[in-house]
């Protein structure tokens, strides 16, 4: 019985620094990419992902193009997160919706990509044109959410859209009525999207790559060799384990991927959305509360109470704030790089463009269920 004793003990003290409040005590080093000289980040947009979960995307998209961009300054094609989640979700062997671009592990996608390439952003842009048609308020994001709730609505045993106008009706307005979409969506999107019918249904994403993105093919694709990477977060990593690797990545003036619960950004410090050492495994156990979410982290800085606070760079947009946490903002229209701390109360300020937000490192690494970067 003692020996079994010892043995539990010895194993709730190696599980135990997962969730510990205990950080290295060495000072924590300043690093911000945004004031690297030859600043990428000037030739990568901040995104809004919109309604769709394809964080995972545009954050692998980003670490891409920087990596890219560190090794050919003048390079400027940029790697469309669109792209990145379609090419992924046809080609990746198992994943838990088939018929949908929502969620996946950034691993995962670098995969993808290095099998499949990645297509011209010239290519992609005019494929996307032809679905925008002249409207220039629809996005990306807001052209797929638009189909893939089209499609979702779809379920009429024969025709297509032109003969199925209730159908069609019924997606327009589920759309229309989100605040995202105010003023953007029109109706004649349906001549658009003639290509979907009742014979392609449970092959959504092999359709539009067909009809849409015929032409990502041969010299369109851009063959890619990605340096090699790590993922943390399948198995058991400490907190320790977690800002030891980012801290070392940054120094080295690298970015690194983090997937989170983004109820951090909403709850404030001290909220706890995983309750396991095993990151993945608790994210997914408790998803609902957890809301997993993926950025990149490009920067870090000593924080209030000791430790780091962690620079997120965001997919929601120049806009996004956080009540509960101090973020990075830039003038707009500013050709100078001079940062200034702002805060949610600033967010009437018009000429304010949110860079990132800071966040104490403990409170994001004991939410985070996974951190890829590149060695």
């Known amino acids: 019985m003692k020996l079994l004793r010892v043995a539990f003990l010895s194993l709730f003290l190696a599980l135990a620094p997962c969730f510990a409040e205990g950080m290295d005590s060495e000072a924590c080093t300043p690093v911000n990419l945004y004031d690297l000289p030859h600043h990428p980040f000037d030739r990568i947009p901040i995104y809004n992902q919109g309604e769709m979960s394809t964080c995972y995307a545009y954050t692998a998209s980003q670490m891409i193009d920087f990596w890219r961009f560190n090794q050919d300054p003048d390079s400027s094609?940029?790697?469309?997160?669109l792209w990145t989640a379609l090419i992924h979700k046809i080609n990746v062997p198992i994943h838990w919706n088939p018929d949908s671009l929502d969620f996946s592990r950034m691993t995962w996608v670098f995969n993808s990509l290095e099998r499949n390439g990645i297509c011209r952003a010239s290519v992609v842009n005019r494929a996307v044109e032809r679905?925008?048609?002249?409207?220039?308020?629809?996005?990306e994001p807001d052209l797929m959410f638009f189909f893939q709730t089209l499609w979702d609505e779809y379920q009429v045993p024969f025709g297509d859209l032109k003969t199925n106008e209730?159908?069609?009706?019924?997606?327009y307005e589920k759309v229309?009525?989100?605040p995202y979409f105010e003023g953007k969506i029109q109706y004649s999107l349906k001549d658009k999207f003639h290509f979907m019918t009742h014979y392609?249904?449970?092959?959504?994403?092999?359709?539009?790559?067909?009809?849409?993105?015929s032409e990502c093919k041969g010299e369109a694709l851009l063959p890619v060799?990605?340096?090699?990477r790590e993922s943390m977060g399948l198995g058991f990593a400490s907190n320790r384990k977690?800002?030891?690797?980012i801290e070392k990545t940054l120094a080295r003036d690298e970015p690194l991927g983090i997937g989170y619960c983004y109820k951090i950004l909403d709850e404030g410090p001290g909220y706890r959305g995983i309750h396991s050492p095993f990151r993945f495994l608790g994210m997914a156990l408790n998803q609902s509360e957890c809301s997993a979410h993926y950025s990149m982290i490009v920067g870090q800085r000593p924080g209030a109470q000791g430790g780091c606070q962690y620079l997120i760079r965001n997919t929601y947009g120049t806009n996004f704030w956080t009540d509960h946490f101090s973020c990075l903002c830039q003038k707009k229209g500013s050709n100078t790089h001079e940062h200034q701390e702002c805060r949610a109360s600033d967010a009437?300020?018009?000429?304010?463009?949110?860079l990132g937000c800071w966040i104490d490192s403990q409170d994001l690494v004991s939410n985070a269920f996974d951190l890829t970067y590149f060695k």
């Open 77 to 81: 094609d940029l790697t469309s997160p």
């Open 131 to 139: 679905l925008r048609n002249g409207n220039v308020n629809l996005s």
């Open 166 to 171: 209730a159908v069609y009706g019924r997606a």
């Open 176 to 178: 229309a009525a989100l």
């Open 200 to 213: 392609f249904k449970g092959q959504r994403l092999e359709t539009l790559m067909d009809e849409v993105f």
């Open 225 to 228: 060799t990605l340096p090699s």
């Open 242 to 245: 977690f800002t030891r690797r």
């Open 348 to 354: 009437d300020a018009k000429d304010l463009t949110v």
